[in-house]
């Protein structure tokens, strides 16, 4: 398993601005991932962030929008930029600790609560 | 049809009953299967994770995947107030697809 932490826990923000959420692992990990959870919905996956290598953003999401940084296998930052009231959701991230053979699945941090104003 | 389908619920149980929560999905291909715990205000935290068909157990949780019928269950034995959440079910081929999660309400 992981520990994983994440800041802010929640935030309240203008339309238009930006806000960069940090996610930090206790142990060295590959494979990242960042996550919307919208009330009533399911996660949706908006990119994987391996070390190493350019994030990788799932259909309907884009780089210009949710930048991701990977400087190392324990920490990654989601920045949502120029905000509007539709980005209001909880956002994870989540790591999958196992490498090669080892399969292992996801765990998540607590999440960040965005409210865009 | 949708991936991954689950009753949001709220589903609501009396103290030390047997809960049953439940997932049916469309794409034979997944192979490994897990039950989330998400209490309010937090992340999901991973309760079972199963590869392929069969039953595993874990104190009061038992999940169970039936891979001929596309559907998989997670059983709580003796369900305490504590077990007050919402429960997902996700699945893996390549990428994890999540279930929307059921509200479960255990009543003292």
């Known amino acids: 398993s992981a520990v994983i932490s994440q800041k802010p826990s929640r935030d309240i923000c203008q339309r238009g601005t930006s806000l960069t959420i940090q996610c930090q692992v206790d142990s060295q990990v590959t494979m990242m991932f960042w996550y919307r959870q919208q009330p009533g919905q399911s996660l949706t996956l908006i990119a994987t962030?391996?070390?190493?290598?350019?994030?990788?953003?799932e259909s309907g999401f884009v780089i210009d929008k949710f930048p991701i940084s990977r400087p190392n296998l324990t920490f990654s930052t989601l920045t949502v930029s120029n905000m509007s009231p539709e980005d209001s959701s909880i956002y994870l991230c989540?790591?999958?600790?196992?490498?090669?053979?080892?399969?292992?699945?996801?765990?998540f941090g607590p999440g960040t609560r965005l409210t865009v104003l | 049809q949708k991936e991954v389908e689950q009753d949001p619920g709220p589903l609501s149980v009396p103290e030390g009953a047997i809960v049953s929560l439940n997932c049916t999905y469309s794409n034979s291909a997944f192979q490994y299967f897990m039950w989330y715990r998400q209490y309010s205000r937090k992340g999901p935290e991973l309760l079972m994770y199963t590869y392929s068909s069969g039953n595993k157990e874990d104190g009061r949780f038992t999940a169970q995947v039936d891979k001929s019928s596309k559907y998989i269950s997670l059983f709580i034995r003796d369900s305490q107030p504590s077990d007050s959440a919402t429960y997902l079910c996700?699945?893996?081929?390549?990428?994890?697809?999540f279930g929307k999660g059921t509200r479960l309400h255990i009543l003292p």
């Open positions: 962030a391996n070390q190493g290598s350019e994030a990788t953003y």
């Open positions: 996700a699945m893996e081929d390549d990428k994890i697809i």
């Open positions: 989540s790591v999958e600790p196992g490498q090669g053979a080892q399969k292992d699945t996801q765990y």
